[in-house]
């Protein structure tokens, strides 16, 4: 495993086996590329970037979005920063522009480790510590949270990878998502519902060309196998190229979205295919809502396989 200092996202950690390379940064612990020999898995971003539309990014203590930023917990009203002021929300937690640290190194698996302090909005302290490695099964991430405060604390928890098929665009690529429902969205992507999908035009319950189709997209009450896992796939529908992302049972949700409101050359180049323990705005509806007892440690995994 090798580092690197001189770049805008702070520390590179590089991990590699089988032919498969990752690299974590300093800045948000954040997945920036991921390839496998020649072939980029990843739509990551250089080291002379910052995370671009979120790519790679962790997304606690909560996913998505939270209305107006307000919301109670145990009796209690707090208030976060509207970091996405021109729809007026909270969006994607407070941990995607901090400096983590490592905390274990090898050749093929990094540790990261970063502490959210307790601060206005969110007062309370937790400790997030994620295992990043590479094998010949493909990306790993085992993600563990502990709540070092004296009360429970609120916690939800995504990934947000950007994922491409070389020479495939988003309109010809294959997707399947094992969602029966979805969650309609307001103008501010916020839900005011929800429907199934059986034979609408969301309905990837079957590998379906995404075409034309415009997805920043929730998909619930999802399929897990007998093992607790849960995947979503992109395929070439010309070749036997394939991409998976899995999640284990913690994740309820998937999270689809086409890059149709990102600008230049990432716009519908890559499709972000993110796991989610709970919808958005789980702040304030409490609905899939993860209650951290005081002490308690979390776990959940997911992963990419090529």
Known sequence: MTSVVAATSGTQWSIE???????????????????????EVLDGFSTEEVSPASAGQILAPWPNRIRDGHYEFGGQTYQLPLTEPARHNAIHGLVNWSRWSAVEQSADAVILEVDVPAQIGYPWWLRLRTRWSVSSAGLRCDQE????????????????????????????????????????????????????????????SEPRRIGIQ????????????????????????????????????????????????????????????????????AFRTGRDLIVL????TWTASWGIRP
């Open 214 to 281: 415009v997805l920043d997209t929730t998909f619930g009450d999802i399929d897990h196998d007998a093992n607790g896992i849960t995947e979503v796939t992109i395929a070439d529908p010309h070749s036997d190229a394939k991409v998976t992302v899995w999640a284990d049972d913690k994740f309820k949700y998937w999270q689809v979205f086409s890059g149709d409101t990102l600008h230049g050359e990432r716009f519908r180049r890559s499709v972000a295919i993110e796991p989610m323990t709970c919808p958005p705005d």
């Open 17 to 39: 086996a089988d032919g498969h390379r990752a690299v974590v940064v300093e800045v948000g612990g954040v997945l920036r590329h991921y390839s496998v020999g020649d072939t």
């Open 293 to 296: 007892e005081p002490g308690e």
């Open 145 to 204: 949270v502990v709540n070092n405060s004296g009360t429970t604390a609120p916690w939800g928890y995504s990934i947000h990878p950007y994922l491409q098929l070389p020479g495939v665009s988003v309109d010809e690529t294959l997707l399947q998502v094992p969602g029966k429902t979805r969650i309609v969205a307001d103008a501010r992507l916020l839900p005011i519902g929800a429907v199934k999908v059986a034979g609408t035009d969301y309905d990837y």
